[in-house]
């Protein structure tokens, strides 16, 4: 095991894509840095982008992140980890690859990598559920079994596993000279916990250290998802600051990000146990920077690493409506339920389960649903969003349209107009084709005896296409 005394890592940005400020990162370099971090892996965008195998940012903003810190962190002999392309698929990690030797070529760099591929083989899971591994899953979902089942595993798209601490630990150690390290789906606080832990550094303040730091200056103020954020951790505690002058952090944007993204605001389940900050104190200990101790890791009885996994359900195709006239506001509800009755009327000869039909009321409830504490409209104008999902696109498209025409002509109770009850602000719009459309199927916590035992990790050198080496 490696040890130091104190580390330096600059945290990037909140999500690769989303943007990286270089002024900050420049100012960074001169910390005396140890690693450069970002995380941009997530389930946030929805099961789709796992589903397709394509990345949830753009390639150009996912590019242009890549290029600034890989330039200046090479520039400045800082190794890096990242992980980045989205959903996590060997597809998106092969195209950060891609970007990332187009940019060596581009700036005349040499790179020697280390990468970790998430996507698993349905073959190992079919495998480990034979033996008889038991994955229960980590949410109560209806569409979510209980415990992973074969057929389940069979029928998904794609599936990946989130990768853990001590695989970036092990390819690091064991691969002395790398510039860095990409990773595919991957546990953010993982990234940034890994070298404070290979360094012998306490579990439960380097996981802390990770969950503050992993989304860089939104545990500022101003908060900011494209900025970034320096933490130095020693034996007992951890300091974090920006390096923009525009921000600070306090004890109260410190502990707001580490209540993020969690329901319990005082322990968060990890692989291998629970991180547990009930008694974490915050201090401020200058004008920006806030000083973190007195985290705890509770040891879980065995370790277990997320799996997620979609399947396609169908197709989908939307409309979007405006409603203007008071009249038409004030009877939405009935015209959307008689407008149902009717679509389900004149595609009864198709067997049940061919197509579904909602509708969300903007101005209303679509946002919360059932949760709204004011179910009633408010404004002098709606927006009505017709979300059919079919078997096929040709179906689901055939819906939609007469199921927008049927709100656009039908009539109610005092209607004034018979020209249209709603507004469409495009053409084509009665029926907008989205293509593919993917539930998340695997939300399972998968039982190793080895934290590594899914992952492939390869060593990949880049050189530039016809150029010196800088």
Same mark, same amino acid.
């Given at each position: 095991?490696?040890?130091?005394?104190?580390?330096?890592?600059?945290?990037?940005?909140?999500?690769?894509? *989303?943007?990286?400020?270089?002024?900050?990162?420049?100012?960074?370099?001169? =910390?005396?840095?140890?690693?450069?971090?970002?995380?941009?892996?997530?389930?946030?965008? @929805?099961?789709?982008?796992?589903?397709?195998?394509?990345?949830?940012?753009?390639?150009?903003?996912?590019?242009?992140?890549?290029?600034?810190?890989?330039?200046?962190?090479?520039?400045?002999?800082?190794?890096?980890?990242?992980?980045?392309?989205? =959903?996590?698929?060997?597809?998106?990690?092969?195209?950060?690859?891609?970007?990332?030797?187009?940019?060596?070529?581009?700036?005349?760099?040499?790179?020697?990598?280390?990468?970790?591929?998430?996507?698993?083989?349905?073959?190992?899971?079919?495998?480990?559920?034979?033996?008889?591994?038991?994955? !229960?899953?980590?949410?109560?979902?209806?569409?979510?079994?209980?415990?992973?089942?074969?057929?389940?595993?069979?029928?998904?798209?794609?599936?990946?596993?989130?990768?853990?601490?001590?695989?970036?630990?092990?390819?690091?150690?064991?691969? #002395?000279?790398?510039?860095?390290?990409?990773?595919?789906?991957?546990? %953010?606080?993982?990234?940034?916990?890994?070298?404070?832990?290979?360094?012998?550094?306490?579990?439960?303040?380097?996981? *802390?250290?990770?969950?503050?730091?992993? %989304?860089?200056?939104?545990?500022?103020?101003?908060?900011?998802?494209?900025?970034?954020?320096?933490?130095?951790?020693?034996?007992?505690?951890?300091?974090?600051?920006?390096?923009?002058?525009?921000?600070? =952090?306090?004890?109260?944007?410190?502990?707001?990000?580490?209540?993020?993204?969690?329901?319990?605001?005082?322990?968060?389940?990890?692989?291998?146990?629970?991180?547990?900050?009930?008694?974490?104190?915050?201090?401020?200990? %200058?004008?920006?920077?806030?000083?973190?101790? @007195?985290?705890?890791?509770?040891?879980?009885?065995?370790?277990?690493?997320?799996?997620?996994?979609?399947?396609?359900?169908?197709?989908?195709?939307? =409309?979007?409506?405006?409603?203007?006239? #008071?009249?038409?506001?004030?009877?939405?509800?009935?015209?959307?339920?008689?407008?149902?009755?009717?679509?389900? %009327?004149?595609?009864?000869?198709?067997?049940?389960?061919?197509?579904?039909?909602?509708?969300?009321?903007?101005?209303?409830?679509?946002?919360? @649903?059932?949760?709204?504490?004011?179910?009633?409209?408010?404004?002098?104008?709606?927006?009505?969003?017709?979300?059919?999902?079919?078997?096929?696109?040709?179906?689901?498209?055939?819906?939609?349209?007469?199921?927008?025409? $049927?709100?656009?002509?039908?009539?109610?109770?005092?209607?004034?107009?018979?020209?249209?009850?709603?507004?469409?602000?495009?053409?084509?719009?009665?029926?907008?084709?989205?293509?593919?459309?993917?539930?998340?199927?695997?939300? *399972?916590?998968?039982?190793?005896?080895?934290? !590594?035992?899914?992952?492939? $990790? $390869?060593?990949?050198?880049?050189?530039?296409?016809?150029?010196?080496?800088?």
């Amino acid at each position: 095991m490696l040890q130091k005394e104190e580390l330096r890592i600059f945290s990037a940005t909140s999500f690769m894509g *989303h943007g990286v400020d270089r002024e900050s990162l420049e100012r960074a370099m001169d =910390c005396n840095l140890d690693f450069v971090i970002a995380q941009g892996t997530t389930t946030d965008a @929805g099961p789709y982008y796992l589903g397709a195998g394509l990345p949830v940012m753009a390639e150009e903003a996912l590019r242009r992140d890549l290029e600034l810190i890989i330039t200046i962190a090479k520039a400045n002999s800082v190794p890096f980890i990242i992980s980045a392309g989205g =959903c996590g698929s060997d597809s998106t990690t092969a195209l950060v690859l891609e970007l990332i030797e187009d940019i060596c070529t581009q700036h005349h760099l040499s790179l020697k990598l280390g990468v970790v591929w998430s996507e698993v083989e349905r073959d190992y899971l079919l495998s480990g559920l034979e033996e008889g591994r038991r994955a !229960k899953r980590i949410v109560p979902h209806p569409v979510l079994e209980e415990y992973l089942s074969a057929e389940n595993v069979r029928q998904n798209e794609r599936i990946v596993a989130q990768v853990g601490p001590e695989v970036i630990m092990d390819l690091w150690a064991s691969n #002395p000279g790398l510039d860095g390290i990409i990773a595919g789906r991957s546990l %953010d606080v993982g990234l940034y916990a890994a070298i404070p832990l290979l360094h012998g550094f306490d579990k439960g303040l380097a996981m *802390h250290f990770g969950k503050i730091m992993e %989304d860089g200056a939104l545990a500022a103020t101003p908060g900011s998802g494209n900025d970034g954020l320096l933490g130095i951790i020693r034996s007992d505690h951890f300091d974090v600051r920006p390096t923009n002058p525009k921000r600070r =952090c306090t004890p109260e944007s410190v502990t707001g990000h580490a209540f993020y993204e969690r329901s319990d605001p005082s322990r968060e389940a990890n692989p291998g146990g629970d991180l547990d900050i009930s008694q974490a104190t915050y201090a401020q200990l %200058d004008e920006v920077t806030v000083r973190v101790s @007195g985290a705890k890791w509770i040891e879980a009885p065995a370790y277990t690493v997320k799996l997620e996994g979609v399947s396609r359900v169908g197709y989908r195709s939307i =409309c979007i409506a405006g409603m203007r006239d #008071p009249q038409v506001v004030k009877n939405v509800d009935l015209i959307l339920k008689e407008t149902k009755e009717i679509v389900d %009327d004149y595609f009864a000869y198709l067997p049940v389960g061919e197509y579904s039909l909602s509708f969300k009321v903007y101005g209303r409830d679509a946002v919360l @649903g059932p949760f709204e504490p004011t179910p009633y409209v408010q404004g002098h104008e709606i927006c009505v969003l017709v979300d059919v999902v079919a078997k096929t696109q040709k179906l689901a498209n055939s819906v939609c349209s007469f199921a927008s025409s $049927t709100i656009s002509h039908h009539g109610f109770p005092g209607r004034l107009s018979t020209a249209g009850n709603i507004a469409i602000p495009f053409s084509p719009g009665r029926a907008v084709p989205v293509g593919e459309v993917y539930e998340f199927t695997i939300w *399972h916590a998968w039982p190793l005896d080895d934290p !590594k035992e899914p992952f492939r $990790t $390869t060593i990949k050198t880049i050189e530039p296409k016809g150029g010196k080496v800088q």
